[in-house]
């Protein structure tokens, strides 16, 4: 799964099965499925097709909310720290003896254990979102509200409200501009310099501050 933030997001972390009593998981309060796009964003619907560098990507789903997208995070963390899970335990299980039968059972039954579980996540993002942990993904913001940090605690107000894919697209290519300038040596100095001030100008970002990023609708590509 590609998820193109480079803002710290603070997630809520649940339990599928909690989402779903929230709405998350079981329902389509939240979530637009492929066709129901209208409206988005004020930039308009996101395109139902995406091509990019890495590929091209169709519309999968909308999902609307902050506490929407937080919980499709926060799922996101959790199948993918299952999967890592289940991965280390095979690792152990291989690298031990052959004579060690019970220690052999236990992790074996712990892995079948995991599997199954991973496996009934899996088939909640299938239904909710369209998600698959065969396929990689693309969550892009259409709305989303930009909050500084400091000392731990998120601002009360944004500095920036992002209200079309243009506009987190462009935050992205400046962020990723100045990276690129700071790694390349004092010759670039001048132009990292430069893109700090249009970072600040235009979405109040100072490069020297932590920030989180509420994103209100999402679309999900695949």
């Not at 619907?45 to 937080?70: K, Q, Y």
């Not at 079948?112 to 998600?131: P, W």
């Not at 698959?132 to 500084?148: M, Q, R, V, Y």
């Amino acid at each position: 799964m590609k998820v193109r933030l480079f803002l710290l997001v603070l997630l809520q972390f649940c339990l599928l099965s909690a989402c779903k009593r929230d709405g998350a998981g079981g329902t389509n309060d939240s979530v637009a499925r492929t066709g129901n796009t209208g409206g988005v964003s004020h930039g308009g619907p996101p395109p139902p097709r995406l091509v990019r560098d890495d590929g091209a990507f169709e519309l999968t789903a909308v999902i609307e909310g902050v506490e929407a997208n937080r919980r499709f995070v926060a799922n996101l963390k959790l199948v993918a720290k299952q999967r890592e899970e289940i991965e280390a335990k095979k690792k152990q299980f291989a690298a031990l003896p052959e004579d060690s039968v019970e220690e052999r059972a236990a992790l074996e039954s712990s892995i079948k254990d995991l599997e199954k579980a991973l496996q009934s996540n899996d088939d909640v993002m299938k239904r909710t979102y369209g998600y698959s942990l065969s396929s990689n993904f693309l969550l892009i913001p259409l709305e989303a509200d930009l909050f500084e940090v400091k000392e731990g605690v998120k601002g009360q107000t944004p500095v920036h409200e992002i209200r079309a894919t243009s506009e987190y697209d462009r935050l992205q290519d400046l962020r990723n501009r100045y990276d690129v300038a700071t790694r390349a040596g004092a010759e670039k100095s001048t132009l990292a310099d430069t893109l700090a001030t249009q970072l600040n100008k235009e979405f109040g970002f100072n490069i020297r501050s932590n920030y989180t990023l509420d994103i209100r609708k999402g679309a999900l590509y695949r």
